[in-house]
Each structure stands twice: as C-alpha cells, then as structure tokens.
C-alpha cells in the first residue's frame, strides 16, 4: 500500500538580511545510567547489567541561522522509540523555543546501553532510565544552545572501505537455513562465519563513506563541534555498558583537535549511525583476526578522520540553513493464522516469564504485531549550503544509504539512521525474498515489505522541496551478477512467504 505523506513542513529557507555568520552551540551530556542494574538491549534475550565500562553521552549541536535554529543530537543508545525521543523534544522546546520539528534526536546504536524501548527483541525498557533520559536529552539541548557562538561550517567526505563490510551473506543455493518459526527460507543470513564454506558471497553493497560536519569560531581558531557519520553496525563491548567504538572515536577526535579554549565550552565530537543494517568490521572472505580489538579500530578510524578533517574548506559566507520534515503512515507485516496460533501456544505455555529463546521472542512479537498493525514515521531533512543530512527511524541497508547518496541534489549527503524513533529494519523488496533475521518480523524489523522506497521517495522529495531541483537519475545498479541471480530466484520460488506477512488494507 501506497505511504501516507500526512505532513510536510518547510522551515525557514535562509538566514535573516544583516544576521551575519551563523551562530553554532554544542555540549556533550552525561547519560549514564544513576541506578545499577538496569535492563540492557541490543541482544535477543534480556540482559541485567550491574557494570559501567565507560560512560555514556548524549552529544547535541544547535545551529541558528536568522529565525532558523536546529538541534542535533547523537545519542550512545540503541535505539529510542518515537515516544521517548517526542518527550524529549517537548522538554527541549519549553527550555529553548526549537520548534520540536525542528530537533532530531538519533541513536549511535551500541548495543550495551540501557534500554527505553519494549519488545527489543526479547527485552522491554527500564522504567528506571526511561523516565532519566528524556530530561537529560533536553539539557544538553539547552546547553548546546546556550553556547551558541558565530561560526563557521565546513564539510567533507572520505571513503574508509576497511573499516566496514557485508555481515549479510548469502547460503549456498542447494543449502537453505531455518527461521524460527521452523521453515527452510533463510537463503541470507547475518554473521556467517569466517570463509564459511556454507555462504558463497555478501547479498548486498557496502557503503564506505565517511562524512564530516566541522563546526569552529567564526575566525577559525578555536573548535566548536564535529558531527561524523558512518555506516558500521558496533564493534561490540562485554561486560556492562559501553558507548562502544563510537565513544572511543569520539575521546580521539576530542583529544587530537585540541581546546576551545572555554572550559565551560568544550569541543564536541560525535559519530552518528549510517546505513549499517547490513555492515558490519568483519570482513568474512577472509580468516578472523584474533589480534584485533575495539581500541586499534576506533583509532584507525579516528586517524582517517582526523586526515579528512585537517583539510576542510570553509565558505567566507553565511551557508543556508534549512530543514523539513514529513510524516509517513507504513503497514506491518501481520501474522498468518496459523502464525499467531503458533504464537499463541508458545506464549500461553511461556506464560508471565520473559522470554529464554527464540521462538519464544518472536511469539511474543507476533502478538505485538497483530495488536499494532501500522506505525507512523518521521522523516526529516536538515540542509546545511551544499550538505544534506537525511534522517531515517530505521536500520537502513548500504544499498538504500547509496540510493540517497547518489539521487540527492546536494553536492554531499549522509544519512543518520534510528533518528526519531526505532521502527526497525528496513531491507529493500528484493531482499525480503532472501529471508534472514532482518525479514522475519518483529517490532525491530516489523513494516511492509514496500517500506524502504517509500521512505527513499519521501526524502527525496524533501530535499527537492528544499533545493528547488530535481533528484538526480539512479544510474547504478549496486548489486553484482552472484547478488542479482540469487535473488531473482528466490523470487520466482516465492521464498519466505509467510514471513513477508499478510496483507492488509488501511482505512484512510
């Protein structure tokens, strides 16, 4: 079914005459949990965590151009649902008067932070810390605009191809996996092991940009901010709560740039999440590096950065400051009968217990599913002169991350996934066919089968609204020969039927 584009608003398209430069804010706010344990998400079963590794921030940037202010925030979570990051920006609004449609709020996605979203999986949020970080968010909202400075902007992007790689690979043709529910459809599969004979090649691209948002004094001599992005799933962290490579990337960043010279406004880095969906550090055609941790990767990555950031170009003028945002109405995939009657015999048996394994976990979402069978979406755009930022309440695939990147009018364009709430995987149709944990259906990975160029064509059509041009032509097919041919015949066999879901129409 056909989105529902409910609402597009167009903010404030250029600065005020006589503004002068644009004004940047930006502060880092400690959002570690107060009180120990607390429930953690990120893996399928819930987890207690009594342990801190490293601290965890909440890293926000306001810009203000004219009447046009934005807040950007980056958070070391998981994911927030739309609920948690809607409180949050009602707290921020009354402290600062951003409009809320004029904040976004996106999660780095570790997955050792305390959780505020229920049926992740199998772990439901800790009331604890769901009812701390919407006030916390929304202080460093308020400080990141109560620093507010002229300054200028630069931008960039680098390619780091060693640094990500398809974790989705593709099973031998005659070798199909099971799902959950106990039918052979898995012809793609997350993590397949390293040079594993059973898995032929990675099912989709890679996205290897790295892009960069450089804030500074308005006379170049002092660093204000640097908002990165870029498309890695997490390293992973054992033992308590991390702000897993994202942190340490960040301490780097901070630590080599150097000082704002205000104590009371120190530089800030953040790394947002890309299209990661399907990307991961390991390279799985080749044997597993034993020597290899999150310390070494965070600082060769930082060091690219670093190299990237030294040779930012900043205009002499005053870059247009814009943003626009649309709500969107998509279906979920609903249960079978025989599906929930499965569910439901799994669940009465489970009874008030959570669940210890997975069919137990996606009997649980089934009923979830069938009880919530539409979610409704925001989609943002913030452009900043020649730079796009789409932000989507996803976990995007490379492919789609591309598709953006080279359709968008803008000069450069990065995407920051689970922005404005946690809607789940988004695999493009094709890839649906090819079965894996990101089709089979949950709350993290629950909506039609036709979501993803739905989303694509929506903020497509925000960032024309906003450029006054036409989205450029896909040229690209990003697929190779081996991706194409296996998914072509997955499906003429119709593969990973129930799993795409019944259908349903949506009243209006």
Known sequence: MSSVLSLIWLLCVLPAEGSGAISAGAAAIDITPEKLPALQNGQFLEINQDKVLDRLYARCFVLQSGETTVAIVVVDSCMIPRDICDRAKILA??????????????STHTHTAPSVMNLCLGTNSDPAYERFLPPKLAEGIAKAYANREPARIGYTSVDAPAHTHCRRWL????????DPFG???V?????????????????????PGLSLLSIQSVDGKRPLGLLANYSMHYFGARGGFSSDYYGKFCQLLEAKIGKTGDPEKPFVAALSQGTSGDLQWMDYSKPRRSDYGIDQYAGELAEIALNAYQKIIYGSGTPELEMAQATVVLNRRLPTPER??????INAKRGERRPVNRPEVYAEQALWIESHPVEELILQVVCIGDLAITAIPNEVYAITGLKLKAQSPFR???????????????PPPEQHYLGGY??????????????????VGTLLGLLELISGQRR??????????QQRTTIEKAKADNNNLVNRGRRIERKN
């Open 438 to 455: 990101t089709t089979w259906p949950a709350r993290t990975a629950g909506l039609e089968t036709g979501a993803e160029p739905q989303i």
């Open 412 to 426: 450069y364009t990065f995407n920051m996934s689970l922005a404005n709430g946690a809607a789940g995987y988004i």
């Open 472 to 481: 450029k032509p896909l040229t690209t097919d990003f697929y190779n020969e």
């Open 183 to 185: 039918d052979k459809t």
């Open 171 to 178: 099973r031998q043709p005659d070798q199909p996996g099971e």
């Open 187 to 207: 012809r793609a599969m997350m993590h397949p092991g390293h040079q594993n004979p059973e898995f032929i090649g990675p099912a989709g691209p890679v996205d």
């Open 93 to 106: 609004s009354q402290k600062t008067g951003i409009p809320t449609d004029r904040i976004l709020i996106s």
């Open 340 to 345: 929930l009657a499965w569910a439901e015999a």
